[in-house]
């Protein structure tokens, strides 16, 4: 039992690369001289997608 392999889902594929994405994100937004305004706004736009991904992850899930 404890010696399972941990299983990669869909979903913690998509949170390891969501938050890696979001940093990387957030550098160049302030890099390019960017306000808090369009990190908010990337933000946003980042919860949907996450949101729609975790959706359709437990859609397949249920088969």
């Known amino acids: 039992m404890w010696n399972r392999e941990p299983e990669w ?7 390891v690369l969501s938050a ?12 390019m ?5 369009s990190v908010a706004a990337i933000g946003a736009i980042g919860a949907i997608v996450s949101a729609a991904l975790q ?8 088969d």
């Open 33 to 37: 001289g960017g306000g808090l305004r």
């Open 55 to 62: 959706f359709l992850d437990r859609r397949v899930g249920r």
């Open 9 to 15: 889902t869909v979903g913690t594929v998509v949170a």
């Open 20 to 31: 890696v994405t979001a940093i990387i994100v957030f550098l160049l937004v302030m890099a």
